[in-house]
């Protein structure tokens, strides 16, 4: 049987495009749950939400400042602006969800 440390912990590599870059995103492939689906949509601040659980799912990134990598943490993602997150929440969620880009055509 397998044990329940050995089904988490997966990790997934994606890419969003914003302003005509590619971004590479390595997320943990478990995030989505229904405890952060349910923080989602019961927000009354959405994009803050969105921040906080991209702070939480995102593991590394080829973001940088002046050639210097940008931390990944809640301050900096909210700092963001929301197309920037957007982006980068389409492209964890879709790979995440294999099935929710097939389903949409």
Request: with cysteine; glycine share 4%.
């Amino acid at each position: 049987m397998p044990d329940l440390s050995e089904l988490r912990g997966n990790t997934s590599e994606t890419f969003a495009e914003y302003n005509g870059q590619k971004i590479r995103i390595v997320f943990d492939a478990d995030f989505y749950t229904p405890e952060i689906e349910e923080s989602l949509s019961a927000s009354d601040r959405p994009v803050s939400a969105l921040a906080s659980a991209l702070s939480r799912c995102v593991v590394e990134w080829d973001i940088t400042d002046n050639g210097k990598p940008v931390p990944i943490d809640e301050r900096v993602l909210r700092s963001f602006g929301v197309g920037l997150l957007s982006a980068i929440a389409q492209a964890v969620f879709e790979a995440s969800t294999p099935n929710a880009a097939s389903s949409q055509s």
